[in-house]
């Protein structure tokens, strides 16, 4: 009997798995448009409704993407790379990418923009001026070649069919799927060609999993699912419940990178940044332990050898080759900044983080509608971390706005994001467990 969309939809009204050959060709209709946009629908809440088994959503992984190209790479070190679920400050792939590539592995990473609250690799990177992410395959294979590392936008050619569910799914109130947040990654993810992955998969406030039992499920699916396919493959579940970096927003976030490069900036960015290019060189061959990883990746980093891929790959893709000498000569630094002030003395008991990336949002450096043009100066910057003792009056954090009316909504927006209390407070572990 022929394959047809009712078949796949018949066994998913049954509470049916289909099978790897009939999610293929439903995969395959997604991609060439024979699949209608009623059917995409009914095909995603039927997921929802009836998941999936690992076996079965590898075979979705794997048959979304292979409806687009597969890179194949044929390089002098293993080809590894990261994924983060999403968070506030997390500016880690602009360090993590040149630090493995200093230490001998090729960084193929196909990123993203900012989706809501949280902010988006190549957004950050758009803030250099000259820069490009939409390179041709050509030149992504050369840039990667030269500096160990290239960071991209998606081409219309990786995972097609995922660009067509993704839209189906924001509409029809299916995004939150387990099974087709796994396949929408990892179908991409894969597409790169990878020898191993890392997943930093966030929770708390500033996370879309802001609870440990939802970011464990997804963790484990990601690992469980990559690894079905092929990929091996592991994750970090790390705290979000504070910015990552005392940096949010475009520009800010990519100085404080370059901070970091320059020997700095330490604190939680840089230590999540150890933690998941430690589990990828072990992954990857090139570190006997993470303890071993973890010190390859300082020594990168202290040497200036990660600065120095940093330098390359930004050139190659078309930004200064000067940045991390000059950074405040390139990158866009906003007409109005204002601190916000403490309203008492006491101790930072707790952050609201996806309201200080709303704010971050509301002030330009994020995307309200798909069509919005993000201004890669505003932000904030200093953010006390957790557990800080602050007197009135002191400054929680630092304004960048476009505006004086711009900058008090941010200013008032911060200060009810920001909790103080009167005694010392237990902080929540940075890296809350590991998932293999």
Request: proline share 6%.
């Amino acid at each position: 009997m022929p394959l047809g969309a009712r078949q796949v939809l018949g066994r998913l009204r049954e509470g049916e798995e289909p099978s790897p050959k009939e999610l293929a060709w439903f995969a395959a209709g997604l991609a060439d448009g024979s699949i209608s946009d009623a059917q995409a629908g009914a095909f995603a809440m039927g997921i929802c409704r009836a998941p999936m088994g690992a076996e079965a959503r590898a075979a979705l992984t794997l048959a979304m993407r292979d409806t687009g190209d597969v890179l194949r790479w044929d390089l002098p070190g293993p080809v590894l790379d990261k994924h983060s679920t999403g968070g506030v400050g997390d500016c880690v792939s602009l360090l993590l990418a040149p630090a493995l590539a200093a230490c001998g592995a090729y960084v193929p990473m196909i990123s993203g923009r900012g989706l809501g609250h949280t902010g988006g690799t190549l957004d950050k990177l758009e803030a250099i001026p000259g820069l490009s992410t939409a390179l041709s395959e050509e030149r992504f294979r050369a840039v990667v070649g030269e500096a160990g590392a290239a960071i991209v936008s998606a081409s219309s050619e990786i995972a097609t069919a995922d660009k067509r569910l993704y839209r189906v799914r924001d509409v029809t109130g299916t995004v939150e799927s387990l099974d087709l947040i796994t396949a929408s990654i990892l179908a991409k993810k894969l597409a790169a060609g990878l020898e191993a992955l890392v997943l930093d998969v966030k929770t708390g406030s500033g996370a879309f999993m802001k609870g440990p039992e939802e970011a464990r499920a997804l963790a484990q699916s990601l690992v469980s699912t990559a690894k079905a396919a092929g990929c091996p493959t592991s994750a970090l579940i790390t705290d979000m419940s504070q910015p990552l970096a005392p940096a949010l927003g475009n520009a800010l976030e990519v100085a404080e990178c370059i901070a970091v490069l320059r020997g700095e900036g330490a604190g939680p960015l840089l230590d999540v940044t150890l933690a998941l290019g430690a589990e990828l060189l072990v992954a990857g061959e090139l570190a006997a332990n993470t303890a071993a990883g973890t010190a390859q990746l300082r020594a990168a980093l202290e040497s200036g050898a990660a600065a120095d891929r940093f330098a390359r790959m930004i050139a190659a893709m078309g930004g200064p080759a000067d940045l991390i000498e000059r950074p405040e000569a390139h990158l866009a630094r906003a007409p109005v900044i204002r601190d916000v002030p403490a309203p008492a003395t006491g101790i930072i008991a707790r952050m609201d983080a996806e309201a200080l990336g709303l704010a971050v949002v509301a002030l330009g450096g994020g995307r309200q509608v798909e069509s919005d043009v993000i201004d890669p100066a505003v932000g904030l910057s200093a953010v006390l971390p957790l557990g800080t003792t602050v007197a009135k009056g002191q400054p929680l954090a630092r304004v960048h706005a476009a505006s004086e009316d711009a900058a008090a909504a941010a200013a008032s927006a911060v200060s009810g994001a920001i909790t103080l209390a009167g005694g010392a407070q237990d902080l929540p572990p940075l890296i809350v467990e590991r998932i293999s």
